[in-house]
């Protein structure tokens, strides 16, 4: 979790494959050298969600293009993975797509299916995913009932919600779990993270959801840019286009610290919606 030392050491190895995550990244941007990874050929970033604003500032930077890959313990772990593109065939092969995870690895399948029916979907629309292939799980160790729940006609449910494109292409469009329902409807936080990222110089923010006696849950907003206001946000979403209820309440903007992580560079979703549950008990003891 050391940028300074991980630049350090791809300068002194000459380090060519280098696997991360988009957290990481954004710490190697800010600690390490064009120099020190002068050396690398690929970089296959995964575990969450990259931001078009943050690849494109580590590309400027060090000149290597990060490709976005995805993949599941239960899928040992690979599903699917960019790859550089192919400029040397003629048509050239097109094996990388901004936005997407790419295409799934040789062996795997992947499907989108309607979360409650589990009937597939059309090409282009967002559902869950379900993925199969030889890598597969068996299941789970002396626990039959946690199997069950995963399994789906042969198929791993994610629990992500994606969709493919016309070339095959998979495109994560968020967690089930992180999305909430909010009078009935379900908004996605990542959605509402990139918005918050354009205003706080994509510097690291979470939303996540809480509970709320009126409307089932409510979202909140953790962000560490120390200059912005929770009015400047509010005022930002406000004027972005999104649905007036996917935007957090003025009094649910919070600024912290830093985003609580895991080991892997996910961020730690349980210590956040607690902390998230703290300020705004505070907020309303407050009033």
């Given at each position: 979790m050391d940028g300074k030392i991980i630049?350090?050491?791809?300068?002194?190895?000459?380090?060519?494959?280098?696997?991360?995550?988009?957290?990481?990244?954004?710490?190697?941007?800010?600690?390490?050298?064009?120099?020190?990874?002068?050396s690398l050929r690929?970089?296959?970033?995964?575990?969450?969600?990259?931001?078009?604003?943050?690849?494109?500032?580590?590309?400027?930077?060090?000149?290597?293009?990060?490709?976005?890959?995805?993949?599941?313990?239960?899928?040992?772990?690979v599903v699917a993975v960019n790859r550089p593109d192919v400029t040397a065939s003629n048509p050239p092969q097109i094996a990388n797509r901004a936005g997407s995870v790419g295409r799934p690895i040789p062996g795997v399948v992947a499907r989108v299916v309607n979360p409650e029916t589990m009937d597939a979907l059309p090409v282009g629309e967002a559902g869950l995913l379900l993925v199969t292939g030889p890598s597969r799980m068996a299941g789970y160790v002396a626990d039959p009932e946690k199997t069950s729940a995963?399994?789906?006609?042969?198929?791993?449910?994610?629990?992500?919600?994606a969709?493919?494109?016309e070339d095959g292409f998979l495109y994560i469009v968020d967690r089930l779990a992180r999305m909430s329902k909010i009078g009935g409807e379900m908004v996605p936080h990542l959605k509402v993270e990139?918005?918050?990222?354009a205003?706080?110089?994509?510097?690291?923010?979470?939303?996540?959801?809480?509970?709320?006696?009126?409307?089932?849950?409510?979202?909140?907003a953790l962000y560490t840019a120390a200059d912005v206001t929770p009015a400047?946000?509010?005022?930002?979403?406000?004027?972005?286009?999104?649905?007036?209820?996917?935007?957090?309440?003025?009094e649910n903007f919070y600024q912290v610290d830093a985003i609580p992580a895991l080991g892997t560079g996910k961020a730690d979703l349980r210590e956040a919606r607690r902390i998230a549950q703290e300020r705004a008990g505070e907020c309303v003891g407050q009033r």
């Open positions: 630049g350090e050491l791809a300068g002194r190895y000459k380090a060519t494959f280098f696997i991360s995550t988009p957290t990481f990244c954004l710490n190697y941007l800010r600690h390490c050298t064009r120099e020190q990874f002068a690929y970089l296959l970033v995964g575990a969450e969600k990259m931001r078009p604003a943050l690849a494109e500032a580590f590309t400027e930077k060090f000149g290597i293009t990060p490709l976005e890959g995805y993949g599941c313990t239960e899928m040992g772990p995963a399994l789906h006609d042969g198929f791993y449910n994610t629990g992500d919600i969709r493919l494109d990139e918005a918050i990222a205003a706080v110089h994509h510097t690291p923010c979470l939303v996540v959801g809480i509970p709320d006696e009126q409307r089932g849950e409510r979202l909140v400047q946000l509010y005022e930002h979403l406000a004027g972005n286009g999104l649905p007036p209820l996917w935007i957090p309440k003025r």
